[in-house]
């Protein structure tokens, strides 16, 4: 495969121009700024194109096993390849829990066909039940990269400091679900405007600050690194910046709709806008966003949460999470650098480099030697999210009937195209 005349944005190698890439038996074979078609070669016209690393969101739900009436390991690699995603890390509350060698298996032998690379992280303690841990040793034999017990938090602080200096010796991340559910208490939204408009309970901001503390005094008393998910509170990103300045191992991610969206989206009474954590205040909104601009939030994710229309069709009583996948370049793109707030490679960086060097997998660079993951985009093209297109099992899409910039034309997966537009 050679792609030629494409705009190369390769951060990892300071790359932003017009250049030509070579793909052989899987992997990238050249990079250069003139190469000529071999016999045999399918030849790509990419002019007008950005040429990314494929990218890489290292939180989704997969809901397989046992919850695959809201999608399954082929349909969200589905997804992610229509978002030009090429690697994606998946999360631990399925049913069975990902806390067994078993489960594991089943994981990674039905992702062999899937159309994105399935990294696994494992359940923090047996079950999701918070209190003993799962066998951490295990997890790193079978190519488990990170742990979590994403979905709720591990209550017990005793539990994840020995969670921390486990995952420490077997080189696994410990990524943190913030939140305290005694704060929460039934809350639905967040606790404010929304809160007080719908007369419901709220979420109130404390509950996330309180546990990323908690978890930034752990890391930072046993010399341990942690992951922070889903960040979407001005304290939390400001406790994350002090860390940083004081050498704390700590890394962090949001999603695009925390900074590119607020609580005035869930007054609609339209369970689709209802996550967890939740769209909060303006004030947050533009926090996480300066977060994103300077450095301190590393990297942008989907936590892509499938649910089926059926669960969703009750505002109060649905459940949490919204897809996003197909979606994440094109709205942060669209809030980020269309609005001239950071460039495009700047955005990869946060997209592909960032998240693939804190999992330790190869992805996130287009250097000669690495696997061909190649997502292209149309910066130019205008598009209408319609989530009946959507290649989720689920539909819960909150870009749902917005106008994005920036749209993912093909996604190339190990030198094979696995995504290619209609238009095209």
């Not at 609609?268 to 954590?277: K, L, V």
């Not at 999992?359 to 287009?366: D, K």
């Amino acid at each position: 495969m050679l792609i030629q005349s494409g705009r190369v944005v390769d951060p990892a190698n300071g790359i932003d121009r017009q250049m030509d890439i070579r793909v052989l038996d899987g992997k990238i074979a050249a990079v250069e700024e003139s190469l000529a078609p071999m016999t045999g070669e399918e030849v790509i016209d990419a002019k007008g194109l950005a040429v990314m690393p494929g990218l890489v969101d290292m939180h989704v739900h997969l809901r397989d096993p046992g919850l695959t009436h809201k999608e399954d390991i082929l349909t969200g690699c589905e997804a992610a390849a229509a978002g030009g995603v090429t690697s994606l890390l998946c999360m631990p509350n399925t049913s069975p829990v990902i806390d067994n060698k078993e489960t594991i298996e089943y994981i990674q032998q039905k992702a062999v066909p899937a159309k994105a690379n399935v990294y696994l992280t494992g359940a923090i303690t047996k079950g999701l039940a918070g209190s003993e841990l799962s066998d951490f040793p295990m997890y790193h034999a079978l190519g488990v990269k990170a742990v979590s017990d994403d979905g709720r938090p591990v209550k017990n602080a005793a539990v994840m400091s020995k969670a921390l200096q486990e995952a420490q010796k077997n080189e696994l991340l410990v990524t943190s679900h913030c939140e305290d559910l005694d704060i929460i208490a039934g809350g639905i939204v967040n606790d404010g405007k929304a809160s007080h408009a719908l007369g419901v309970k709220g979420m109130h901001r404390s509950s996330e600050d309180s546990i990323t503390a908690r978890e930034i005094v752990l890391a930072e008393t046993h010399g341990c690194r942690v992951h922070i998910a889903h960040v979407s509170t001005k304290l939390s990103v400001q406790l994350i910046r002090e860390a940083k300045a004081r050498g704390v191992q700590v890394t962090a991610e949001t999603c695009p709709h925390y900074f590119g969206m607020t609580e005035d989206a869930v007054l609609s009474r339209d369970a689709d806008y209802r996550m967890n954590p939740p769209l909060r205040s303006e004030e947050d909104r533009k926090a996480v966003l300066q977060g994103m601009l300077d450095g301190t939030l590393d990297c942008i994710v989907t936590d892509h949460a499938p649910h089926a229309p059926e669960e969703k069709a009750d505002f109060f009583k649905a459940p949490n999470g919204v897809i996003g996948m197909e979606t994440s370049f094109a709205a942060a793109y669209t809030h980020l650098v269309k609005e001239g707030l950071c460039s495009l490679s700047q955005l990869t960086a946060m997209m592909s480099r960032n998240p693939a060097r804190i999992l330790g997998i190869r992805a996130g660079s287009l250097s000669v030697g690495m696997p061909a993951d190649i997502a292209l985009a149309d910066c130019e093209q205008e598009w209408v999210v319609d989530p009946e297109k959507s290649h989720s099992r689920s539909k819960n899409m909150i870009y749902k009937g917005q106008t994005l910039s920036a749209r993912i034309v093909r996604t190339i997966k190990g030198g094979t195209t696995v995504y290619q537009a209609e238009q095209l």
